[in-house]
């Protein structure tokens, strides 16, 4: 088959890492992950990815800290899952970097723009940290602005059902699927596949979204080969 894409941005939770235990990192899951992004990058398609931090630390879940602190340490939470995930590549033989946001000198690449195309255009991995950089953005804003930075040709949202729903489907059996739906849409229905600002920013920048299950991860390249692996936002 032949990938339907050129270039895209992945976004992952941090759950997912750390697989059943709901913490920190499971290698074999993290192993599965890149197996399946190979899959893709060995087509000759270019892959972004941006990974969330939830595995480590939610910032609405603490309490009375300040939120600005609170959303800091998410940030660095991510830097932590690109790392594991970079060395997931590695250890698999394809070529990774991370890049951040958040300035961490001597650890990762801080984000700069061209020099994360020249990556992609090299074949590598690049693994985008730090979310925006800026608290009060969640990592689902990072992936749509990255997205959007590197002129990626869809953002791939990887979640735990298998596209979007009208309400949500563990919760209610008569929860109807959308194969296609238009950005106006998902923001007027208030669908909470991902926050406000990052559809917002999808929709200004005409960038395709495909929300699909990550459960099994041959969805990664059905997705690519533009199977029907979930809903298309568009």
């Given amino acids: 088959m032949e990938p339907v894409y050129k270039r895209l941005l992945l976004k992952l939770s941090g759950e ?3 697989g059943e235990a709901g ?3 499971d290698f074999n899951v993290i192993e599965d992950v890149c197996k399946a992004i190979k899959k893709v990058t060995d087509m000759g398609v270019q892959v972004g990815i941006v990974v969330g931090g939830g595995n480590f630390w939610r910032g609405r879940s603490s309490g009375d800290m300040d939120r600005t602190r609170a959303d800091n340490i998410g940030m660095l939470a991510t830097v932590m899952n690109s790392l594991a995930l970079q060395q997931g590549f590695l250890d698999i033989g394809v070529e990774a970097r991370v890049q951040s946001a958040v300035q961490i000198t001597g650890v990762v690449e801080t984000f700069i723009r ?5 990556h992609l255009e090299k074949g590598r991995v690049v693994i985008f940290a730090g979310g925006t950089g800026n608290p009060f953005f969640s990592t689902d804003s990072g992936a749509a602005l990255r997205a959007a930075q590197i002129n990626a ?20 059996d008569d929860a109807v699927k959308f ?17 406000t600002a990052a559809a917002a920013i999808c ?4 960038l395709p979204i495909l929300v699909f299950n990550l459960n099994d ?12 692996a979930g809903t298309v936002v568009s």
């Fill in 114 to 118: 061209d020099e994360a195309v020249r």
């Fill in 23 to 25: 913490h920190g990192f």
């Fill in 203 to 206: 929709q200004e920048n005409n």
């Fill in 217 to 228: 991860t041959s969805n990664i390249y059905k997705a690519v080969c533009g199977e029907n």
């Fill in 179 to 195: 194969d296609t739906i238009s950005h106006n849409e998902l923001l007027e229905r208030h669908l909470k596949v991902m926050d």
């Fill in 153 to 172: 040709d869809v953002l791939l949202k990887a979640t735990n059902v298998d596209g979007i729903y009208d309400k949500d489907p563990n919760k209610y």
């Fill in 16 to 18: 997912v890492l750390a």
